[in-house]
């Protein structure tokens, strides 16, 4: 009987231990801006953690960096490009600081501190400690062909016809929200 007690002891500590163990992330989870950089999810697709070195005053170049986990399980990601409407252009790096035309993250991969360029920043624009930018991302390494738009059709016998966009089918913009450090 005694050995018996002494294993539902250990089953009990064993459960106490591991409730220990998941309130940490699950308190994680509920404080994401406390915690971490401002992360962008997309779920079953991609997360984005980015930081914004805060440029000096007036125009010139800053430094960036960016941490993306591709979410989905059988297609690469692929970031193609970075925008905003106060900086000129943007220019990626790999992680061993050469420069890339785009970004392959493989599926189930979690890629870190990545450098991105800022060229030509309007410092003026920075006044938050937070700012949107726009990543163009692909799903897979290949672009689709190019789809034509369809209208939609209205109404409950509509035939079952649904509406799309114009452009490349697995190619899209995501505003993504860089914290700015000082």
């Given amino acids: 009987m ?6 539902n002891n250990t089953n009990n500590n ?5 409730g220990r163990l998941l309130a940490l992330p699950v308190f994680l989870l509920l404080l994401p801006g406390v915690v971490s950089a401002q992360a962008s999810l997309y779920p079953g697709f991609m ?4 930081f914004l070195d805060r440029p000096d005053s007036g125009s010139g170049d800053s430094n960036a960096v960016i941490s993306i986990s591709n ?10 490009d970075i ?11 790999n992680q061993n600081n050469e420069e ?27 006044d938050d400690s937070t700012y949107n930018f726009n990543f163009f991302v692909r799903r897979g390494l ?10 939609g059709a ?15 089918p697995n190619e899209d913009e995501y505003i993504v929200n860089f914290a700015i450090r000082n």
């Fill in 2 to 7: 005694k050995s018996i007690r002494k294993t």
């Fill in 14 to 18: 064993a459960g106490i231990k591991l």
């Fill in 47 to 50: 997360m984005v953690e980015a």
């Fill in 71 to 80: 979410l989905h399980e059988s297609d690469p990601l692929v970031l193609l």
């Fill in 83 to 93: 925008t905003g409407e106060n900086f000129e252009n943007a220019t990626l790096y």
């Fill in 100 to 126: 890339v035309e785009q970004l392959v993250i493989q599926p189930g991969e979690r890629v870190y501190n990545i450098p991105v360029m800022l060229n030509g920043v309007d410092s003026s624009v920075f």
């Fill in 142 to 151: 290949e672009a689709m062909e190019p789809v034509e738009a369809i209208e």
């Fill in 154 to 168: 209205q109404g409950a016998f509509s035939g079952g016809i649904k509406a799309r966009e114009a452009g490349i």
